[in-house]
C-alpha cells in the first residue's frame, strides 16, 4: 500500500492504538487529533504527531489522504444517566460535525472519511440474522449510531467517499468487553451474563483493524459495513470458549436482573442479542483471520 497521510481521531483509545500501531507499521504518516497533545510529545515522530482539535483542523484535512473517525465515550462501566447519555451522544456527534466542517473549509479534501459505527444500531433482534441491509434499532444505542452515520455521510456533499464500520464486541486482552468478562474467571466465578442466549457479533482486535484499513485501497467499498466475525456466538458458548481457554470453570451465571439493577439502561450492549454478518466484507472478498470463536480467544490469551 502506497504511504498516506492519515488524520486520526480516537487515536489513543482501546481500537486507536491497535490501529495507529498498524498503520506505522506499514510506513503511513499520521496525525491523532487529541484534547492534549501535549500529553504525548515525547511520542512524536518523523511518522507520529499529535495535533489539537483547537488547532488549524481544516489545515489537517488539506494535508489528508484519509481520515478515520473512532473517537467517543465508553459506554462501559458506568450507569447511563442523562447527563452520561448526553455525552455518549455529543462526544460521538459533535466530534464528527466538526471534522465535516474542517473538510469543508479545507482547499484540498481527503479521498476517504472513515467513520465509526456500531452494530448497536440495530437492536435487540433475538435469533434473527442480521446484515447492512437489515431495519435499524428504536433504542438508545441505535439512534446514536444512527445520527452519527448521518453526520459523517454529509461529507459526500464534498466529493468525498464516506464508509462506516459496524463494530462489533471487540475482543483484546487489556480492555474492552473481555477486561470486564474474564475476571471473575480468574476467581473461578465466572459464567454467562443474562440468559445466555443473546448472540454476541465478536470480532478479534487483529481483524478489526485489518477491515478498518480495508476501505483505503478497496475503493468500491462506500457506506456502511459490519465489522465482525461471521460467526457470532450465543452468549452460553462464549462463557464456555473462556472458561476452556482460561481453564477455569463456567457455570456461574449473572443474572439478567442482577445487570439491569447494577447498571440500568447501560446493560443493554450485553444483554442485548445481534446476529450480525459482515455479508458487505464477505462480498467484497475480505477473509478473516479468526472466524473461530475458541482459536480468538487462544490467540488473545
Known amino acids: 500500500m502506497e504511504p498516506k497521510n492519515i488524520v486520526i481521531t ?25 484534547r492534549s497533545p501535549d500529553k504525548y510529545s515525547k511520542e512524536q ?37 442523562e447527563s452520561v447519555k448526553k455525552s455518549i451522544y455529543n462526544s460521538r456527534i459533535e466530534s464528527t460535525k466538526q471534522l465535516v466542517t474542517a473538510m469543508k473549509e479545507a482547499g484540498s479534501k481527503p479521498e476517504l472519511f472513515i467513520s465509526a459505527s456500531a452494530v448497536g444500531i440495530y437492536g435487540d433482534n433475538g435469533d434473527k440474522l442480521l446484515d447492512e441491509s437489515s431495519s435499524l434499532g428504536d433504542d438508545f444505542l441505535a439512534h446514536v449510531c444512527k445520527d452519527w452515520e448521518e453526520e459523517s455521510r454529509k461529507a459526500e456533499d ?60 478497496e475503493k468500491e467499498l462506500t457506506g456502511a459495513y459490519n465489522v465482525c466475525s461471521p460467526e457470532p456466538e450465543p452468549m452460553n458458548r462464549v462463557a464456555d470458549a473462556l472458561g476452556n481457554v482460561l481453564n477455569r470453570p463456567s457455570f456461574f451465571r449473572v443474572p439478567e436482573f442482577v445487570m439491569r439493577t447494577l447498571l440500568g439502561e447501560a446493560a443493554e450492549p450485553t444483554l442485548s442479542s445481534l446476529n450480525v454478518q459482515p455479508k458487505v466484507l464477505q462480498i467484497s472478498g475480505f477473509e478473516f483471520k479468526f472466524e473461530d470463536l475458541e482459536e480468538a480467544l487462544a490467540d488473545i490469551f
Open 158 to 217: 464534498l466529493g468525498i467517499r464516506v464508509v462506516n464500520p459496524r463494530i462489533g464486541i471487540v475482543l483484546e486482552k487489556n480492555g474492552g468487553f473481555l477486561q470486564i468478562m474474564k475476571l471473575p474467571f480468574l476467581f473461578f466465578v465466572g459464567g454467562p451474563i443474562g440468559d445466555g442466549k443473546q448472540f454476541l457479533p465478536w470480532i478479534h482486535m487483529d481483524d478489526l483493524v485489518r477491515a478498518l484499513i480495508y476501505p483505503i485501497d
Open 45 to 81: 515522530s518523523k511518522n507520529l504527531k499529535y495535533i489539537s482539535w483547537d488547532d488549524n483542523l481544516s489545515g489537517a484535512m488539506a494535508e489528508s489522504d484519509v481520515v478515520i473517525n473512532l473517537v467517543g465515550e465508553s459506554l462501559f462501566g458506568k450507569r447511563w444517566t
Open 10 to 34: 480516537g487515536g489513543t483509545g482501546f481500537i486507536g492504538s491497535a490501529l495507529c500501531s498498524e498503520l506505522l507499521k506499514q510506513g503511513h504518516f499520521i496525525s491523532i487529533v487529541t
